[in-house]
């Protein structure tokens, strides 16, 4: 996917490829619970096979959108975060979205692999690292929350590899693959119980049948 050069019809951020955007209730990690609004976005390099968004992959299916347009929408509901996903939210400059969301008085959530430069300002950082595009630059350090994606029992080692990267006070996630999720949570739950440091994250989004 050739996504640097479609950087330049971006306006430097003033535009935006989104897949779609919606108010719901974020379902994984530390902030499970709470109502947000999601701005997923377009494009992905990184390939993971057991991706549940694959369809975001390809940038070019998704035109540039204004991003005063999905601010407004952002603003239009009563939750104060916001969660920016994709994809791959850092291949893009992120900086005129997150100081439109700041002036509106919004706090703003990244999740993203941290395999491309950070750009924006942010409230919450959670990093998801994958083995085959690895984060990037100081992205660990700045991290509110590591939570790795578990499939199989030699993942942990990749979990622990990245926890000796963050920061002391970074919260840390094992969260088992949904499609192996049955086979995966009773060993992780050894795991965390051996490995205290360790919390385990669902995609409760998915047991509630909500986006």
Known sequence: MAIQTELSLLKNGV??????DFYTIQGEGFHTGKPAYFIRLGGCDVGCLWC???????PHLFPPV????IVARAISHPAKSIVITGGEP??????YLCDLLHQNGLKVFLETSGSHPRSGAFDWICLSPKKQHPPIGDIHREASELKVIISHLSDLEWAEENRCKVNPDCLLYLQPEWSRSKQIIPELVAYAKE?????ISLQTHKYMHIP
């Open 195 to 199: 490995h205290p440091q360790w919390n």
């Open 90 to 95: 850092l291949i893009y400059p992120l900086d």
């Open 15 to 20: 535009l935006l490829p989104l897949v779609e």
């Open 66 to 69: 204004p991003v005063a347009e």
């Open 52 to 58: 549940d968004a694959k369809e975001t992959w390809n």
